[in-house]
């Protein structure tokens, strides 16, 4: 049943998703869409390229007809009528990152791609796990795009499925990056290396009953970091080791795992997935600390 669940939402997903236009600096269209106004004032989408806004703020009709609203009904020129079709509010436009990653509004987190920015009760934002989704009322649950919250329920004319429920947006928090080491720390033996440029948990120390780690003809890491291949200023490609285990290799530093290189000689951390609820983010926000 979950299974079939999520095939539904995917497929809903895939088909909603199109390039997209802007409305105004904060709401956006696709391509297939036309942007009016909502009764709100608000903008809205109608479903269908250079549509006719209709006076109602509701409805909307095809290129080249005119708007009945007591009729319900689009007319044409050749008297032919059409039903008027109804429009559903504009997306917000997604602010992304050079990771791809979405940004949200307060601008000290952001969740992964595929998913959007949903407040909480708390005044924090949390991620619902699809793109372009409607945020319920209840600050707790989301729907896919194109659909309403209803109740424990997500409704698009007849179809009915279960509310989508938010997970943990990540803080955007950056900290140093680890130098490398140096160069007289790096042979052929594993011996025990200097790890002053390394700081709390990140830096692995070495083991003697590990083998050391190959880096490239005639040269090896200690035990328990990692090999990066880098250019030196000639454009040259050079190895050398951080003093991480698993880590990131930056242009002349490096990062723990599951963290990006930002400039500036940083690290940021990934945006969790939804495999984090956010009633655990207290917990994950441990590590972020400097």
Known sequence: MRFALFLLVSSLVLVGKSTAH???????????????????????????????????????????????PQGARCIGEDSNHTPMRKKKPARKTVERNEFNEVLCPDKS?????????????????????VPNAVCCPD?????????????QF????????????????????????????????????GEEVSTENS?????????????????GIGKTCPAKTTCCKIRNSEGERKAMCCP?????????????????????????KHAKTMRTRFWNAEKEEEDEEI
């Open 22 to 68: 802007q409305c105004d600096k904060e709401t956006e269209c696709g391509d297939d869409e036309t942007c009016c106004k909502l009764g709100d004032q608000m903008w809205g989408c109608c479903p269908m390229p250079q549509a006719v806004c209709c006076d109602d703020r509701t409805h909307c009709c095809p290129s080249g007809t005119t708007c009945d």
């Open 109 to 129: 987190s952001k969740c992964p791609d595929g998913s959007t920015c949903c407040l909480l009760e708390q005044g924090t934002y949390g991620c619902c796990p």
């Open 139 to 151: 600050m707790l649950h989301c729907c896919p795009n194109g659909f309403q919250c209803h109740g």
């Open 154 to 189: 997500c409704s698009q004319n007849f179809a009915k499925i279960p509310h989508l429920r938010k997970f943990a947006s990540t803080n955007i928090h950056r900290k140093p990056a680890i130098d490398f080491l140096p160069e007289e720390d790096q042979d052929e033996d």
């Open 199 to 215: 700081s709390e948990e990140d830096v692995v120390q070495n083991s003697e009953d590990v083998e050391p780690i190959s880096c």
């Open 244 to 268: 991480l285990s698993n880590a990131v290799c930056c242009e002349d530093t490096c990062c723990p795992g599951g963290y990006h290189c930002v400039a500036g000689g940083k690290c940021e």
